[in-house]
């Protein structure tokens, strides 16, 4: 156990709904990062966030958007939702910045849009 | 640009030594890293190494760093079923989120 969770475990939706996928660091952490599983694309980082701010942004797509809150917790909302999006979710926090940057895992949201 | 490669499959049989391999194509990375991911369940950090090293062994882990030809292994000792997953090699610049491989199964045979 990582000490990262994340909600739901599992969502099916239909294309162009709107989900938010949910995501709580390890105790300390302050770095929340959003990775995006599927077997085209492998792992691939969307974006992350520290301390509340923005703080890099890898391949996410202009229908995603993400954010942290002042408790450190973190959304991940994916709209007009394709069938090319479905895939697992990813969350990871780290401690904080700097090269370092050990990153632990939560277990995943698999994503289904039918 | 930043590419990580990795073969997707190794076969080894049980109690060998098991070496997954990995190439990263940019060398400003500063720590590389190795994840587990079993089926059904999140990555699972296994160890790093610092771009100024050689050399890491955690118990039966060893990460072997050629930072010239930009090449990262890692070799699991007495390998055990247990250890049949899916391993990761993954890179970071820095505070910015990881560049992963496509991953490499390994199979364990009895």
């Known amino acids: 156990d990582s000490g990262v969770t994340q909600t739901p475990k599992h969502l099916i939706t239909a294309t162009g709904q709107r989900v938010t996928l949910r995501c709580s660091p390890r105790?300390?952490?302050?770095?929340v990062y959003w990775y995006q599983q599927s077997l085209d694309q492998g792992l691939q980082f969307l974006i992350q966030y520290y301390n509340g701010e923005e703080r890099a942004k890898g391949n996410i797509l202009e229908r995603f958007s993400a954010q942290q809150f002042p408790d450190l917790h973190s959304e991940l909302n994916l709209s007009s939702l394709e069938l090319g999006d479905s895939a697992l979710y990813f969350c990871a926090s780290s401690v904080a910045l700097g090269n370092r940057n050990e990153q632990f895992f939560g277990p995943g949201t698999r994503l289904t849009v039918l | 640009g930043e590419d990580v490669e990795q073969s997707l499959f190794l076969s080894v049989r049980e109690g060998d030594s098991s070496v997954i391999n990995c190439t990263y194509t940019d060398s400003s990375s500063t720590y590389l890293y190795w994840y587990k991911q079993e089926p059904g369940a999140g990555l699972q950090l296994l160890t790093y190494i610092f771009s100024n090293m050689d050399m890491k062994q955690d118990q039966r882990l060893t990460v072997l760093l050629n930072k010239k030809d930009k090449h990262l292994s890692l070799r699991i000792a007495d390998t055990q079923t247990g250890d049949s997953a899916i391993y990761f090699c993954a890179e970071t610049l820095g505070a910015d989120g990881l560049t992963f491989g496509k991953g490499t199964h390994l199979i364990i045979q009895p």
């Open positions: 105790s300390g952490d302050l770095s």
